[in-house]
């Protein structure tokens, strides 16, 4: 017969610092020169370029992080400016 219980009446392991919240990368305007690398590099389509520069459109945008480091101007960020 054994004595131990187990432990599941209190967790005290879950973080409960949301700060990251589901934001998506955004590009800098101001930054860009549309040279289309990261267009290139999202396998989501889910940047465009218009006007010479890119954007990303949110509603398409996976989230995998996979063109931030792409651009060389370090126009795309988490950065809400
Ligand atoms: S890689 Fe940078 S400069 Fe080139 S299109 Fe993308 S955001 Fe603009
Ligand atoms: S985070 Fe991923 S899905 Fe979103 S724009 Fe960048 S490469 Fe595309």
Known sequence: MSEFTENNGQ???????NDVKLSKP????????????CLRMCS????????????????ECQNCKACIPVC??????????
């Open 44 to 59: 989501f389509e889910a940047i465009k370029i218009e006007n010479g520069i890119a954007y990303i459109d949110a509603d």
């Open 11 to 17: 967790s005290a392991d879950i973080d409960t610092t």
């Open 26 to 37: 955004i590009i800098n305007a101001e930054l860009c020169v549309g040279c289309g690398k």
């Open 72 to 81: 060389h101007l370090h126009a795309i960020s988490y950065k809400s400016r």
